[in-house]
Nanobody, 116 residues
Framework: VQLQASGGGLVQPGGSLRLSCVAS????????MGWFRQAPGKEREFVAT????????NYADSAKGRFTVSRDNAKSTVYLQMNRLKPDDTAVYYC??????????WGQGTLVTVSS
């Protein structure tokens, strides 16, 4: 499985971005998908996950109420809608796929910079 993330960029505080992650292969709907991020000088951290059918979603406290994870299994794509962005959200965002119990597949990351 190959994951290709996109949608990052420079945005002002309070702005919005939507990240996308397209997966190769025919088994996308069998994976739990997740978004993670890594800020400069910090460890990678969990942002959000979404279950195989899209009904079960989990968020980090920092993302609750501002970010929404969704997926379109027909397009093999997972999204992260980010609203009310803050400078602390600046990071490289990664999508990942979990076939069973581990995050086995990772995308290359897309940089989000929140700055005025």
């Amino acid at each position: 499985v190959q994951l290709q993330a996109s949608g990052g960029g420079l945005v002002q505080p309070g702005g919005s971005l939507r990240l996308s992650c397209v997966a190769s292969g025919r088994t996308f709907s069998s994976y739990v998908m997740g978004w993670f991020r890594q800020a400069p000088g910090k460890e990678r951290e969990f942002v959000a996950t979404i279950g195989k059918s899209g009904f079960v979603r989990n968020y980090a406290d920092s993302a609750k109420g501002r970010f929404t994870v969704s997926r379109d299994n027909a397009k093999s794509t997972v999204y992260l809608q980010m609203n009310r962005l803050k400078p602390d959200d600046t990071a490289v965002y990664y999508c990942a796929a979990k076939p069973s119990s581990a995050w086995d597949y990772w995308g290359q990351g897309t940089l989000v910079t929140v700055s005025s």
